[in-house]
């Protein structure tokens, strides 16, 4: 039989209890920023509570309650974190381009499109256009945060070398209005019929089929395609 332990070799004995490891606090908000999505994009905003975002991370209330103070302001902050962060980056890339009006429309395009297929993106769209219209403030925030700003830059675009040359200003104003909502259609309804589509197309391929179709309309596709020689 085995000796029992003195208490001071028990003492010396490592303590294999799971210790919580101390995070930086930009690591510790994506990490609770990552349960959250999870957790509202589940049980849906009015559902979810702090506490179940506290169970799925595996901290205490209190570390929670340190960077927010409420259920609102954590989505606010997610919202924040995950979307408007990619309307920064547009931005300054719009900025530095020095191509044609068409070069930058694609780009512009192209770049809403990728935002979109990454992970969490489109979860995260859908919960907001669900929930956002129950907290109207917040909801008008998000509008000036995000989707005024995309707008503006689809406009930028549309102006560029052709300040209303080319279009009349109700024109340019209502295709900046409309491509963004067309690529966010397009994306959502790939999402919800992601379990029974039968189509074989690949994000990258619609992708392009969107940007063609906003460059150059379906007209112009159909005609491309047509003119292809059959395989």
């Known amino acids: 039989m085995d000796p029992q332990l003195s208490p001071s070799q028990a003492g010396s004995v490592p303590d294999e209890t799971p210790q919580r490891r101390r995070l930086p606090p930009d690591e510790r908000r994506a990490d609770i920023f990552n349960a959250a999505l999870m957790v509202f ?18 901290v205490t209330k209190g570390c929670l309650y340190h960077h927010f103070e409420s259920k609102e302001q954590l989505f606010l ?41 990454e992970p969490g ?16 403030d917040a909801g008008r925030e998000v509008f000036d945060d995000v989707v005024a700003r995309k707008r503006a ?33 397009v994306a959502l309804g790939r999402h919800v019929c992601r379990g029974f589509e039968t189509s074989t197309l690949s994000a990258e391929q619609v992708g392009e089929a969107v940007t063609s179709l906003i460059l150059k309309g379906v007209g112009g596709v159909c005609t491309e395609a047509g003119a292809r020689p059959a395989p």
């Open 77 to 117: 902050a997610l919202l924040r974190d995950r979307i408007a962060a990619t309307v920064r980056d547009d931005e300054e890339a719009l900025s530095a381009a020095t191509g044609s009006r068409e070069q930058a429309l694609r780009s512009l395009v192209e770049r809403h499109w990728a935002h979109l297929q």
């Open 41 to 58: 994009s589940e049980l849906g905003y009015d559902r979810a509570t702090l506490s179940d975002v506290v169970d799925r991370i595996g």
């Open 153 to 185: 830059m689809m406009r930028a675009a549309l102006e560029r070398e052709h300040p209303g040359a080319d279009a009349q200003p109700v024109e340019t104003e209502l295709a900046a209005t409309i491509i963004p909502w067309m690529i966010l259609g």
């Open 121 to 136: 993106q489109i979860e995260l769209t859908a919960l907001a256009i669900t929930e956002l219209p129950k907290i109207p």
